[in-house]
Nanobody, 115 residues
């Protein structure tokens, strides 16, 4: 079955960096579009970054120039490098993919940006 397991969250000061990872299994990773979402306290879930099978990336405007999504097909893993973090980046970050019209989510990893 499809499994997505995130790691790498934590507490970081404003201006700091974190790298999130999402290890995938149960499907042909190399052909899948993979996404990072986040849900901040009291807010709707937000699509943060997308990477397609050919490596094309897209970002929500609020993270452009600060976040980088990447993938390693040999490891069936995607990453989210987050630099210049701001308090408003505080959220639970989720890995997501869709296979055969079904959505799959990881368990989420908490990112807290605070001094």
């Amino acid at each position: 079955q499809v499994q997505l397991v995130e790691s790498g969250g934590g507490l970081v000061q404003p201006g700091g960096s974190l790298r999130l990872s999402c290890a995938a299994s149960g499907f042909i990773f190399s052909i899948a579009t993979m996404n990072w979402y986040r849900r901040a306290p009291g807010k709707e879930r937000e699509l943060v970054a997308v990477i397609s099978s050919d490596g094309t990336t897209n970002y929500v405007d609020s993270v452009k120039g600060r976040f980088t999504i990447s993938r390693d097909n040999a490891k069936s893993t995607i990453y989210l490098q987050m630099n210049s973090l701001k308090p408003e980046d505080t959220a639970v970050y989720y890995c997501h993919t869709q296979r055969r019209n079904l959505a799959y989510w990881g368990q989420g990893t908490q990112v807290t940006v605070s001094s």
